[in-house]
């Protein structure tokens, strides 16, 4: 049987290869990789119409889009991969300045078009601003990604720092900013009052309304640069269900307000959930801090711990998703089970348990032989 899962999982939800690794058949996983709302909008019902004809888009759901998102000039993509790896071909051939913990496909098509990448440091909001402010103030002609609120890190910018920002920055450079868990907090969007010309601003559908398999996602900017994209992309981009489906969730305003209400509960109560383990982790020493975002939870371990972590949960057939970051230390982010299924938070909080219990009794050990090693040499 394979291990180190975490070498060969690129991105969560990939249970087939943790399946592989663990033997635990996927159907027995309980998936925490993703940050994916676990509440998925209901009416997914497809009309025959949108499987027999050719995805054209249909104004219907223009119209839902532009209302939704409050922003006129778009275009839908089949996920927001699609629009990550064509923007360095669309975009001015400057460096960019990026995160340096975040979504690393970013990182990795500016790479692959080769691009110089000039990190700033993305688990501090102050020492993000000081980074970026300085880069700002240098002159210099460089493209600037934002990952607003950062996933994983949970940071965020206001919509305010982010416009001023884009105006700071030189002739022909742009400010992308990937808004992929923006729906939670439409207040913190810079669609809207706070746009500005030089913005390309990401957004995925997939996880506020729990349906990443339909592929959807939208980049809004200006005419000139959306248009070198679809030719780029190419026509029929999003398929006729994931159209359908979308215009449907996006004029359903109520259910959005009760989701946001229900995030809001779901975090606290999942939070709970996980507090005992933390709490013994820093019992057994070793720093432990934590982020949280309303779909998922960060916390920064040291590498061994987080690691032991990952796998003993993988052993017990709990997937989460582990980040190295660097400098001794990696991030364990935890997605959110619905508290309402109950059978399932059931089974979590007895897998915690038996996790618990199965790091407690490594570390005490790992505890022992190095006071043995530091006695007897």
Not at 330 to 356: A, C, P, W, Y
């Amino acid at each position: 049987m394979m291990s180190r899962v975490d070498d060969r999982i690129l991105h969560g939800g990939d249970l087939e290869t943790a399946s592989k690794c663990y033997g635990v058949p996927i159907e027995k996983w309980i998936d925490l990789s993703t940050g994916i709302s676990p509440m998925h909008y209901p009416d997914v019902d497809i009309s025959t119409e949108y499987l027999t004809r050719m995805p054209y888009q249909k104004d219907n759901f223009r119209s839902a889009v532009r209302g939704y998102y409050g922003q006129h000039d778009f275009f839908a993509t089949n996920g927001s991969q699609q629009t990550i790896a064509s923007l360095p071909k669309c975009l001015k051939n400057f460096p960019i300045v990026l995160p340096d913990i975040g979504y690393q496909e970013h990182a990795e098509a500016w790479r692959q078009h080769g691009a110089e990448l000039v990190y700033y440091p993305s688990n501090n909001v102050d020492d993000a601003k000081k980074v970026i402010e300085k880069r700002l103030a240098s002159g210099d002609a460089f493209h600037l990604l934002v990952i607003n609120p950062n996933n994983p890190t949970c940071i965020t910018f206001s919509p305010e720092t982010l416009k001023y920002w884009s105006s700071q920055l030189t002739e022909g450079a742009a400010l992308i900013v990937d808004e992929a868990f923006a729906d939670l907090c439409p207040e913190q969007s810079v669609l809207g009052a706070n746009f500005a010309a030089n913005m390309v601003v990401l957004r995925s559908f997939g996880k506020f309304f729990g349906l990443p398999g339909l592929r959807l996602g939208f980049v809004f900017a200006g005419q000139t640069l959306l248009h070198e994209m679809k030719a780029f992309i190419g026509v029929w981009d999003v398929n006729g269900p994931a159209q359908e489906i979308a215009t449907r969730a996006f004029l359903d305003a109520q259910w959005q307000a009760d989701a946001r209400q229900r995030y809001l509960d779901l975090s606290r109560d999942n939070q709970k959930l996980w507090q005992g383990l933390f709490i013994q982790l820093r019992e057994q020493g070793g720093d432990v801090s934590e982020a949280h975002q309303l779909l998922f939870s960060t916390y920064t371990l040291e590498d061994e711990k987080a690691k032991r972590l990952f796998e003993v949960f993988a052993q017990h057939g709990v997937l989460l998703r582990l980040i190295k970051i660097g400098k001794g230390h990696s991030l364990i982010r935890i997605g959110f089970v619905d508290i309402q299924n109950v059978q399932q938070v059931t089974e979590l909080n007895h897998k915690i348990k038996q996790s618990m219990h199965a790091l407690k009794k490594y570390f005490a050990g790992t505890a022992n032989d190095i006071q043995m090693e530091r006695q007897y040499g």
